[in-house]
């Protein structure tokens, strides 16, 4: 397996010239940051990431989780690795100051969370989930919750999970059974929960465990459903550890891959009950999940990013050192590394272009959950997390598809070497396939887009998006740069399409024929969104190529990978335009017998 390397010159250029670290940084909530401090920020970790994760990687492959008389282990090395991460304060920085975190803008943690999963996803794993219940109690919990979980979350002394799945409640999550039943000033917590990421490990003396459970009186389906905050160790009143809670981890998940990331099957209350703590109100559990579910969802699109920067380094790596063939380019007989034939070029910049479009996408998001957090009146608060709100299903489908097959390409560049185990190229295939599983299918993500993001509010906030996109594009084909041009005569074509499909889907509104076409619909809004974003990089590399400076084959490459995107995936909005407007009926009218 080959090492990794932080793109952080590339990470800077999306944060800076897509994302908008310039605006973020004028805000008063950040302080004195800015850009310098930033790259500082990422060149450290980059070295962490590197240097003492990244290495990891193929040994927790290997060796895996396991489980000992009640005890998980994680693979050699693992652990001290974690210590080194959070004794570095690099769990906490999104978090607010008062709590102990860094205070830093989510865009900044999401480039941070990109390096850890790309260096080893399964370690990166705990802190995603750590950082999705912090979220959830700073939204959410009690004042006494939060002085009491998170000033140690933060820190990463205690980790986070988040406990939804059963095994007759996938992603039904209404028909969970879990129960929770009031005692004192707490609630005795019993059921099962499964595919819980880092539900028992020995990172920490502490874990603390989100629960989704019902009440006795509770309501059937979702609307009955509470959330707990149970601790896997009791805390005293003086934030002391206590005694064990009634919480046990009764078995380890055999996985195509993520081996190094324990997925335990969880035991609630086999004893005397599990001492859980409701958070807000009765009956509002999955609208408070939600706030972890979303957060979440952005890490989980990330780690689609992250695996193809991961594969697509490794690929180029095996691809320049790999001697094969007669050089097409030039015609020379002598053999030439397999990096010279067109097809492998195709291979290697289709993963390249699909990254960077992924990238944006995913840092641009945690850009505007930044704006929306920060805004100083309601309508600029309202305007960006209605951004925000439509565009979480499509980063973490959207994205997470790409991880898998930019892994897939990735092996497939390697030939037959890669699909040997040893080579590692393998193991990122495996591990990119839980993605589009987990944190809600992509198909749920889909159904999500179209109904409560696109359908609820008539298109609203789809045709916003849409009017951004057709002011940049008709911007740009009035460009003196043919790179320029092209991109954006792509760009104006895929808001076309997009639109049709929008009006289409909104016509109609209701029928299995409109939901079969959730999924296509949603890579149409995912192709269009990111053609848009890396139309902004082109536009600005093309500005910093004429400025000059020592970056210029940073820039180049930019505009060049951006008119791919738009040469080869852009093209098939319209397509997949008629895919949404037509062949949804062929899905509903299939009949049953006939599968």
Known sequence: MSDY???????????????????????????????ELVAA?????????????????????????????????????????????????????????????????WLVSTALSEMWASANLSFSLCPLLTQGAIDLLQAHGSEAQKEMFLPRMISGEWTGTMNLTEPQAGS?????????????????????????????????????????????????????????????????????????????????????????????????????????????????????????????????????VAIAERAYQQAVAFARERIQGRDALSGD?????????????????????????????????????????????????QRWQQRVDLLIPVVKAFSTDVGVDAASTALQVHGGMGFIEETGAAQHYRDARIAPIYEGTNGIQALDLLGRKTLRDKGAALQALIAEIEVDASAGIGSGNPHIRTIHERLGEAATALARAGRSLIERRQGADVLAGA????????????????GRGAVAAARLLDEGGDKQALFEAKLQTARFYAEQRLVMAEPLSRVVADAGATVADFAEEYF
Not at 179 to 205: M, P, V
Not at 241 to 269: F, Q, W
Not at 519 to 534: H, Q, Y
């Open 519 to 534: 999924t296509p619909f949603l890579r149409l809004v995912g192709l269009a969104t990111t053609g848009w974003l890396l």
């Open 333 to 381: 007989e002598a053999p030439v590394p397999i990096i010279r034939h067109p097809d492998v070029r195709r291979m290697l910049l289709s993963i390249r272009a699909d990254t960077e479009a992924t990238r944006a996408l995913a840092y641009y998001v945690a850009a505007a959950m930044d704006r929306a957090r920060g805004a100083q009146s309601d309508v600029e608060r």
């Open 172 to 304: 039904d999550v209404g028909a969970l059974r879990t129960r929770a039943e009031r005692n004192g000033d707490h609630y005795l917590i019993r059921g099962q929960k499964i595919f819980i990421t880092y539900g028992e490990h020995d990172f920490t003396d502490n874990i603390i465990h989100m629960v989704l459970a019902r009440t006795p009186d509770a309501p059937p389906g979702i609307r009955g459903i509470s959330l707990f905050v149970v601790p896997k160790v009791l805390v005293e009143s003086d934030g002391r550890l206590g005694a064990r809670n009634d919480v046990r981890v009764a078995s380890l998940e055999h996985k195509l891959g993520i081996h190094a990331s324990p997925t335990c099957v969880m035991s609630y209350g086999d004893d005397t009950g599990a001492v859980g703590y409701l958070i807000g109100e009765e009956g509002r559990g999955i609208e408070y999940m939600f706030t972890m579910m979303n957060n979440a969802r952005l890490g989980v699109g990330l780690e689609g």
């Open 41 to 105: 920020v990422l060149e450290e970790a980059g070295k962490l990431a590197g240097g003492v994760v990244a290495p990891l990687n193929r040994q927790g492959d290997v060796e895996g989780a396991r489980l000992e008389n009640g005890v998980v282990r994680t693979p050699t090395g693992f652990r001290e690795a974690y210590r080194q991460f959070v004794e570095g304060g690099w769990n906490g920085v999104p978090f607010p100051v008062e709590h102990g975190g860094q205070g830093l803008p």
């Open 5 to 35: 390397n932080a793109p952080i010159d590339e990470m800077l250029f999306v944060m800076e010239e897509v994302a908008g670290l310039g605006d973020l940084v004028q805000m008063e909530r950040f302080g004195e940051l800015s850009p």
